[in-house]
């Protein structure tokens, strides 16, 4: 496995999968390295804590860094390249250029300038890596629409693929942050998935998920169109820690 950390090292071949990360990988993270394993000759994931799209200073300053774990997983799930560049060398002196998104639902109100990070970035590195396939976890949701919606409006050649969110035994989303948990907290955040999943079927999912929260705070609950596909999502806080989740309710993201 090559590990790269500037954009002149940085080779492009064709048949290539992307896969994009900020590190802290877990299982979630190795669903989308064996799904673009499975489907491309060649598998780059990139390492990049992006500041651009954290709304909060100390979130970004919070954030789990574990470089050496994190190559250890990626080299044992196959991947090639490692891109790991320092945030200078993706925003030098000047950088000035940004992808605004247009509707980025609850999500996106909740996070002011998150998405324009999130798209900017990705756009760079689609530029950079010229993958055929970019691979995107369910768990965000919106992140996922955002992405979907950048490429079909800027012609960007590259097939966006969706993959499941995956869970612990318990049902809670895998998610970096669930390590600020304590074991109280991790309880609580277990209303989250049971409530999205009790209201999915209901003909008022919204007002079903808030009902069924027990206590817990919302920061949002939408239904959200992908286009194929419609999820349940929701955000909410458990002590200092903001939980993002959602459940297919209609159609297929894939």
């Not at 651009?52 to 799930?77: C, G, K, N, S, T």
């Not at 945030?87 to 998405?115: I, K």
Request: proline letters at 6%.
């Amino acid at each position: 496995m090559k590990v790269v950390r500037t954009i002149a090292a940085l080779e492009t071949a064709p048949g290539t999968g992307l896969v994009p990360t900020m590190g802290a990988l877990h299982d979630g993270h190795v669903a989308l390295l064996r799904a673009a394993r499975r489907e491309n000759r060649t598998v780059v994931m990139s390492l990049f804590v992006n500041p651009a799209q954290f709304d909060e200073q100390a979130d970004l300053a919070a954030y789990p860094r574990d470089e050496a774990r994190d190559l250890v997983i990626a080299e044992a799930e196959g991947v090639d390249v490692v891109f790991a560049p320092a945030a200078e060398e993706l925003y030098p002196p000047g950088f000035a250029t940004w992808v605004e998104p247009g509707e980025t639902g609850a999500e996106g109100a909740a996070r002011p300038g998150h998405f324009r990070g999130v798209a900017t970035v990705c756009l760079k590195l689609f530029d950079l890596v010229r993958p055929e396939r970019a691979y995107f976890g369910q768990k965000d949701a919106q992140q996922l629409a955002v992405i979907r919606r950048l490429v079909r409006d800027l012609n960007v050649p590259v097939e966006i693929r969706a993959v499941p969110t995956v869970r612990d035994p318990d049902g809670l989303a895998l998610s970096s942050r669930n390590g600020r948990l304590s074991a109280q907290e991790r309880e609580r955040a277990l209303g989250l998935p049971r409530a999205l999943a009790s209201a999915s079927g209901d003909p008022d999912p919204v007002a079903a998920a808030r009902s069924s929260l027990n206590g817990l705070e919302a920061e949002y609950v939408e239904l959200l169109d992908l286009g194929d596909a419609k999820v349940l999502a929701a955000a909410i806080r458990v002590g200092s820690t903001r939980l993002i989740d959602n459940v297919l309710v209609e159609g297929e993201l894939a």
